[in-house]
């Protein structure tokens, strides 16, 4: 899970540095709900890693909804709820607003410490494909297709109530 908190921070990072680098799709964002559909892998040493994640995101301001992997996080900015609906366990924990690998609203605030690691591969009116270098021997690219803009919603839909789970569900909350 980890690994997708991190891949989800860095998107945002991502979206975050283009939309203030003049990327046309990206200069819409502030302002909308964005929906799209995600692909993340990285590449060690020049070699492309086997493993890749894909799923969903929902944006508005600093609140996502992140669906991948089995797993759903939601955030409205100040709590995070991970949830693994398979092993019906739920984890609950405060928003660490110094943490930036688990606050995509961070990397939004703070790009312009990371601009010369940003490589645009490609983008189109509805796709950007984009690689952040990590290290020297490390870089995670993606590819985010089907960019929606919609009107802002409101927060509703990045809680979760934790009531309205059956009785099996593991709750752990870390707040």
């Known amino acids: 899970m980890k690994r997708i908190v991190t891949g989800l921070a860095a998107l945002f990072l991502t979206l975050g540095a283009f939309a203030q680098g003049g990327i046309p799709i990206l200069d819409r964002v502030p302002g909308h709900r964005v929906l799209f559909h995600y692909t993340y892998s990285l590449s060690q040493g020049g070699r492309p890693m086997t493993q890749v994640t894909d799923g969903d995101v929902v944006v508005e301001d600093n609140a996502y909804l992140l669906s991948g992997l089995g797993l759903e996080v939601r955030s ?95 709750i752990t909350d870390l707040r």
């Open 76 to 170: 409205d900015g100040t709590t995070r709820w991970s949830m693994d609906r398979a092993a019906e366990e739920v984890l609950i924990e405060t928003v660490e607003k110094e943490d930036l690998f688990t606050n995509p609203a961070l990397f939004i605030n703070s790009y312009k410490g990371y601009m010369d690691k940003i490589r645009v591969n490609g983008s189109s009116s509805n796709s950007l494909d984009v690689t952040l270098v990590l290290d020297e021997d490390t870089s995670a690219r993606f590819v985010l297709k089907n960019i929606v803009f919609e009107d802002k919603q409101g927060k509703s839909d990045f809680t979760l109530n934790v009531k309205s789970l059956p009785d099996s569900y593991v």
